[in-house]
């Protein structure tokens, strides 16, 4: 029982954090959801910072060189994710948009670090 009060606090903490509307992440039930606009066959594996679409959204925007073919592009954003935020790549899951430019990526494990670095990607860019 006290396993899960802390790990209720730790997600309420987060999402305090998280929720800011100029952001392209919040916290969710089991993690950190992130959207991400992926540009597969991009020449290069590298996320370009935050962007704003047509529809007022806000995402990160990424770009690998694995073509949209039997997932890979999909692994290489997993594996870029995991290396941006410094976690292993089985804590990030693909959540919806497995075959659209627009993906929601789950990130579980230190969603506290995870936050950080985010944070600093946003800010840099």
Known sequence: MRKIKENRARVVEVGLVAAAPDRPWSAGVGGLIVTVRLTPKG????????????????????????????????????RLMAQAVAIAPREISLVGGATSRIKRLLIRGDVRAALLALERIGGSR
């Open 43 to 78: 020449g290069r594996d590298a996320i370009e910072g935050i962007e704003c679409l047509a529809d007022g959204r806000r995402v990160l925007k990424a770009r690998v060189r694995a073509a949209a073919s039997d997932g890979a592009a999909n692994a290489a954003l997993i």
